[in-house]
């Protein structure tokens, strides 16, 4: 496992972000990272073009674009998402701060009821 800074460039859905990931030495890399661990509902359209989406929602405002957070990087899923946990602490952009007092993303979202733990395999 790997452990970068990133800022959040936007929410795919609850479960899926495009990250700029801060490799190190000047380095940056623009990623479609997956959360680990957890499943979020797919999106809900509704006839009359409106969108539900909760977990999405909850994510945007813990980590809005824009937002600095450290990323625990594992191996792709099948897709060829990086899989991550995330921890972020709002509107916080120190590095050692967010380590000493952030939350994990993931656990937040399964806590909050917007996710379900999930270990691979079928859902």
């Known amino acids: ?21 801060d490799l190190g030495f000047c380095i940056h890399h623009q990623i479609d990272v ?35 957070c450290i990323v625990d990087i594992s191996k792709p899923d099948k897709y060829g998402r990086f899989l991550a946990d995330v921890r972020f602490l709002p509107g916080e952009i120190d590095r050692a701060k ?7 993303l993931n656990d937040e979202l399964v806590r909050g009821g917007f996710a379900k733990p999930y270990a691979g395999g079928k859902k």
């Open 1 to 21: 496992m790997f452990q970068y800074e990133a800022k959040i460039i936007r929410i795919v859905d609850g479960d899926t972000l495009w990250m700029d990931i």
């Open 34 to 68: 997956r959360l680990a661990r957890i499943d979020t509902p797919e999106t809900v359209y509704f006839k009359l073009g409106g969108i539900e989406d909760k977990a999405k929602n909850y994510v945007m405002n813990c980590v809005p674009p824009g937002a600095t």
């Open 98 to 104: 967010i380590l000493a007092g952030g939350r994990c």
